[in-house]
């Protein structure tokens, strides 16, 4: 508790764990979230269901990871088997906030990181699904990133991160208008997920020039390789005489969507090189 980080911030420890089981229980909250978002359906209301019988949940079937295990991957009524994609979102989300917290040595500024990694998630796996991310779910973590980093780094008067956060948030905000003004149908598929443009500026513009430019960097290098993986499997496709899936598109998530998949990387990188 008395150490402290070469930023100033003192080193927490014990929030890593924490956050880690908190992480849990957010992923339980965004396998709703990639569900129901993109159709148009509340997050909040109803409660949890089996979407093949439409019966609620108890709460004791939503204890994230646990319940999955314990009911052995099917409904307990229809008995209809339950994707492990849930708990493995669970799962993936516990640890990207354990590393995100460990990467602002457990202060409250973390909390905030939290809540965009969250965003990222959220909106990577509903494009990686085939499906468009409404701007709200973006738009709602970055807000509420923004508002946890500005009260947990300006109270201790860290006005670099208070700033740059902000003016990652306005450049970003610039730079999706721009995105939105030239394809507002997101036709072209390098388009997709572009309201993770939101979570990245705000996340970046935090952690100071020398993080943002290493992550730009692996922006570009991601973003550059998910066009080439595209255009070889296409070709390969082409010439084994197979029709184009999509239009030309690769069918793979991952090189299906070079914006969300090279802004994840980025974000990963350059939290890396802040640490």
Not at 22 to 38: E, T
Not at 137 to 152: E, F, S
Not at 196 to 210: I, K, N
């Amino acid at each position: 508790m008395g150490d402290m980080s070469p930023d100033g911030f003192p080193l927490l420890a014990e929030a890593i764990p924490l956050a880690g089981v908190v992480g849990l229980f957010v992923g339980s909250f965004l396998n709703v979230v990639i569900y129901r978002a993109p159709l148009g359906l509340s997050v909040a209301a109803p409660r949890s269901f089996c979407p093949t019988c439409e019966r609620q949940l108890k709460w004791w079937e939503n204890v994230p990871v646990v319940s999955w295990a314990l009911l052995r991957g099917r409904c307990r009524t229809c008995r209809q088997p339950i994707s492990a994609r849930y708990p493995l979102v669970e799962l993936a989300t516990g640890t990207v906030f354990s590393l995100v917290t460990w990467g602002w040595h457990g202060t409250l500024v973390s909390a905030g990181y939290c809540a965009l990694a969250a965003g990222m998630i959220a909106v990577g796996l509903i494009e990686y699904g085939g499906q468009r991310a409404p701007l709200s779910v973006a738009a709602v973590a970055t807000g509420l990133g923004q508002a946890v980093i500005l009260i947990g780094a300006g109270w201790p008067h860290h006005w670099r991160i208070v700033t740059g956060s902000l003016i990652g948030t306005v450049v970003a905000v610039i730079a999706y208008g721009a995105l939105r003004s030239r394809d507002p149908q997101t036709v072209d598929p390098r388009g997709h997920g572009r309201s993770a443009l939101l979570l990245a500026g705000c996340w970046a513009g935090g952690l100071g020039l020398v993080p943002t430019a290493v992550g730009a960097g692996a922006w570009i290098a991601v973003f550059f390789l998910c066009m080439v993986g595209t255009w070889l499997s296409t070709r390969q496709r082409s010439g084994a005489g197979a029709p184009a899936v999509g239009g030309g598109r690769n069918p793979h998530p991952v090189l299906a969507t070079p914006l969300v998949s090279a802004l994840a990387a980025a974000m990963a990188v350059s939290l890396i090189a802040g640490r």
